[in-house]
């Protein structure tokens, strides 16, 4: 029998909306179980406002200062207290940009999932100078802004994998993996911008993990991709907004 020409067309929205069901269940179950907290607000933020402050004053200092490997990626690195606190810069220069758009997936073998290329390769570059002559403490805290809380997402996996007692702090941070580690991801502060472009990339089958903080009204919780990128500003992922924001909720 002939099939009518309309009868063709519900058929295939009804392939088409089937596959969206499937897909946003797909994405619904990857759950970074370590950092499923809840949801709150300020009142009950579940870190300190001057945390989240003094971390984004160090990504700042490091634009500023220039750090180690000026041509590279740079980093800082301060021992406070028992406490090894790794700071990595943002993109900054032309090698800098090549690790931003290398997205293919690359597996890496120690954490067993798959990472973005560019920005796992700059990491890689990152942890081989740090472990040349410094002692990393059991305490580990890496923050960054950018394509620096990328390094310091997928760092602070390694030193999570590896036994240390991690927390990651990012800013305004692109995605780094379509996984999660089946042993647990390590503690991750999320800061972001809603107006900031980066956060929303890479995209699809990139995803976020860690605690989502909004840096404007520090409403927290674990549902990490709302919002529209058409409504953002590349001038608000800018570290310095981040700073800024976060004071004024003094």
């Known amino acids: 029998?002939?099939?009518?020409?309309?009868?063709?067309?519900?058929?295939?929205?009804?392939?088409?909306l089937i596959g969206l069901i499937l897909f946003s269940g797909c994405a619904k179950s990857?759950?970074?179980?370590?950092?499923?907290?809840?949801?709150?607000?300020?009142?009950?933020?579940?870190?300190?406002?001057?945390?989240?402050?003094?971390?984004?004053?160090?990504?700042?200092?490091?634009?500023?200062?220039?750090?180690?490997?000026?041509?590279?990626?740079?980093?800082?690195?301060?021992?406070?207290?028992?406490?090894?606190?790794?700071?990595?810069?943002?993109?900054?220069?032309?090698?800098?940009?090549?690790?931003?758009?290398?997205?293919?997936?690359?597996?890496?073998?120690?954490?067993?999932?798959?990472?973005?290329?560019?920005?796992?390769d700059a990491s890689v570059s990152v942890m081989s100078n740090i472990e040349i002559g410094i002692t990393i403490n059991h305490t580990v805290y890496v923050t960054g802004h950018s394509l620096g809380g990328a390094i310091a997402q997928i760092i602070g996996m390694w030193l999570h994998k590896r036994g240390h007692n991690v927390q990651v702090f990012s800013y305004g941070s692109?995605?780094?993996?379509?996984?999660?580690?089946?042993?647990?991801?390590?503690?991750?502060?999320?800061?972001?911008?809603?107006?900031?472009p980066v956060p929303f990339t890479p995209p699809w089958p990139f995803f976020h993990t860690g605690l989502f903080i909004d840096s404007q009204t520090l409403d927290w919780g674990p549902d990490n991709d709302n919002g529209l990128i058409s409504k953002t500003d590349g001038l608000d992922h800018a570290i310095i907004k981040y700073v800024t924001t976060l004071k004024a909720q003094l």
């Open 1 to 16: 029998m002939e099939q009518q020409p309309g009868r063709k067309k519900k058929n295939w929205k009804l392939i088409i």
């Open 30 to 120: 990857k759950v970074d179980t370590n950092n499923d907290l809840g949801s709150g607000d300020k009142s009950n933020l579940p870190v300190t406002l001057n945390a989240l402050i003094e971390h984004a004053e160090y990504c700042k200092g490091i634009y500023d200062s220039g750090g180690d490997q000026k041509d590279e990626v740079a980093f800082d690195i301060k021992q406070d207290n028992g406490v090894t606190i790794i700071i990595i810069r943002g993109t900054a220069n032309q090698s800098n940009l090549q690790s931003d758009i290398d997205v293919r997936l690359v597996r890496d073998d120690e954490l067993g999932i798959y990472l973005h290329k560019g920005f796992r």
């Open 174 to 196: 692109p995605k780094v993996s379509n996984q999660i580690m089946s042993s647990g991801q390590p503690t991750h502060w999320r800061v972001v911008r809603l107006s900031d």
